[in-house]
């Protein structure tokens, strides 16, 4: 496995910037199946709520001390300053999730020290993969792009 990618999955707490109140959006399913897959994680958006009454922090810099990873699920027009906060409450690896052009936030990043995962879904790599995930995991397996 890419040491970043081990590097995240074993950090264990993680905030999921880019939760939203439209249920249907990525960075909620991905923050309810990190949560169901046993992760701590730490919903994150600037309105203080999602999906409903649940709320959450508004940002990186409101979430624990000792929460060092996040995934980011945001336009990557959003991204910048997400990575800014990142950096000042010394972050130690971010996933900028599939989808999205992230190479300018994740420059940023990686030039402040962090390590950083792109390109790749998170939901294929924090087990137990299941369901439609496990046959991505396995077709990208077989195409060795896993």
């Known amino acids: 496995m890419i040491p970043e990618i081990e590097k995240f999955i074993n950090s264990k707490k993680i905030a999921v910037v880019g939760v939203s109140r439209q249920k ?3 960075g909620n399913v991905i ?31 409101d979430v624990p001390d000792d929460v060092k990873a996040a995934v980011i699920s945001t336009r990557p027009s959003n991204a910048l300053p997400i990575v800014q906060s990142a950096i000042r409450r010394q972050f130690e690896i971010l996933w900028f999730q599939q989808g999205g052009d992230f190479a300018e936030a994740a420059a ?14 998170i939901l294929l790599y924090a087990p137990p993969v299941t369901g439609i995930h ?13």
């Not at 496990?134 to 896993?146: E, V």
């Open 24 to 26: 249907r959006k990525f």
């Open 31 to 61: 923050y309810e199946t990190l949560k169901k897959r046993g992760f701590q994680v730490y919903p994150v958006n600037p309105e203080g709520s999602f999906s409903g009454a649940t709320s959450c922090f508004r940002s990186l810099e």
């Open 108 to 121: 940023m990043a990686q030039k402040a020290g962090l390590k950083v995962v792109t390109g790749r879904c």
């Open 134 to 146: 496990a046959l991505h995991r396995f077709l990208a397996r077989i195409t060795k792009r896993l």
